[in-house]
């Protein structure tokens, strides 16, 4: 004779069985294996048009299919636009970035970028990775503007489903509204079916009245509103979350281009290698550029023998070889516009912009007097 309690496992378990056949498979869009980092966040003013920064996004293999659509927005009134930095309201509006603007395609042997002034682009590979939406000369991707600071992304190729997919938002011209303050986040939405997945990422921040961030020989766009060639960079962890309440900036240094001295927290210093310009970027001696960012020389390491500088903040360490165009931020490699080098007499310089920001600080350019302040929030 069986015993009534033998019974009820094996029924519990038909039941259990029974139940999770009747629910519906999980959402791909909910599946995580997804990410959008700001690897780029720049300080900017409000009521015009200033360039932000740059969005990392990354997926898992057979994650992203043909007709996946995610739809990417600014805040209210932010317009997503082609008219030149410091633009009005009425010329950003007058001047928006178009369906057609979108979708115009620049190909390369390394990369597929879609759009005028902001872009998405598809590197052919991520960190050594092949990716899966890069198809060649092939467009994948077709954008629709949805309103002036929304636009909707759709999968037309057929992803790599053995491959992971990446892809960068390059915000290069937007127009900020008056009166705007804090940081600037833009939202993915993606429908339940998408294999796309919600989320945000900060790649700016408005800082009332505050001056707009910019470095020595930043590019500006051509006449006809493309930006300039560069090489996209490589994902970088965020900075953690800061409070809410409204940063205060304290300028830590002052170079001017060609001069031996600088001002480190008001104090005259005097250097032994002059700042100066190289291809249109700005370079500072490591010890000193280091210093304005608020590390002691305790932070920096120098390996002569391999020609590697290493930079710690306490939270953050970058590693830089010279002649390398490649930074290491903890692990993870980033591909700059510029290498650190050696000047005479034997002392290494660092292109600021890249350093500077992997750090958290933002840096000014006053071409008039050929002045360069780093900015370090406290």
Same mark, same amino acid.
């Given at each position: ?38 690897? $780029? ?54 001047? /928006?970035?178009?369906?057609? +603007?979108?979708? =115009? &395609?620049? /190909? ?8 005028? /002034? ?5 590197? $052919? ?47 290069? $011209? ?51 509103? %493309? ?15 800061? @409070? ?7 300028? &830590? ?47 920096? +390491?120098?390996?002569?023998? %391999? ?8 939270? *953050? ?7 390398? %165009? ?13 290498? @650190? =080098?050696?000047?005479?007499?034997? *002392? ?13 600080? $933002? ?16």
């Amino acid at each position: 004779m069986v015993k009534p309690g033998r019974r009820v496992f094996p029924f519990l378990m038909v039941l259990l069985f029974g139940m999770l056949a009747l629910l519906p498979a999980a959402s791909p869009a909910l599946a995580g294996g997804s990410s959008y980092q700001a690897i $780029r966040a720049p300080v900017v003013k409000d009521g015009a048009v200033y360039e932000l920064g740059v969005v990392f996004a990354s997926f898992t293999a057979a994650q992203l299919q043909q007709n996946d659509v995610v739809t990417f927005r600014l805040p209210s009134d932010f317009i997503w636009t082609t008219a030149g930095l410091k633009s009005d309201e009425n010329t950003a509006d007058a001047e /928006a970035q178009t369906t057609a +603007q979108w979708n =115009e &395609v620049t /190909a390369s042997d390394n990369y597929m970028r879609y759009g005028t /002034a902001n872009y998405v682009e598809v590197p $052919r590979a991520y960190s050594g990775n092949e990716n899966g939406l890069f198809q060649g000369a092939e467009p994948v991707l077709n954008f629709t503007r949805l309103s002036g600071n929304e636009v909707r992304m759709e999968i037309t190729g057929n992803p790599d489903p053995g491959l992971e997919c990446y892809f960068y938002l390059y915000c290069r $011209r937007v127009y900020v509204p008056d009166g705007y303050n804090g940081e600037v986040p833009v939202i993915f939405d993606a429908p339940s079916q998408s294999g796309f997945a919600g989320g945000k990422a900060l790649p700016g921040r408005v800082s009332g009245g505050g001056s707009s961030s910019g470095v020595a020989g930043e590019e500006t766009p051509s006449e006809d509103g %493309k930006p300039a060639e560069e090489t996209p960079p490589a994902a970088v962890p965020p900075v953690e979350d800061e @409070p809410e309440q409204q940063p205060v900036d304290k300028a &830590v240094a002052e170079f001017v281009i060609g001069e031996k001295k600088c001002r480190l927290n008001g104090v005259e210093v005097e250097l032994d290698v002059a700042p100066y310009l190289k291809d249109g970027r700005t370079y500072l001696p490591v010890r000193y550029a280091v210093q304005a960012l608020g590390i002691g020389d305790g932070g920096i +390491q120098w390996d002569g023998d %391999k020609g590697i500088v290493t930079i710690n903040d306490g939270s *953050r360490t970058l590693k830089l070889l010279i002649g390398s %165009k490649i930074m290491y931020a903890g692990n993870l490699p980033v591909t700059m516009d510029a290498a @650190p =080098e050696i000047a005479e007499p034997g *002392r290494t310089m660092l292109p600021l912009r890249w350093v500077a920001e992997a750090l958290g600080a $933002r840096v000014e350019w006053d071409a008039g007097s050929q002045t360069v302040t780093v900015f370090k929030e406290v």
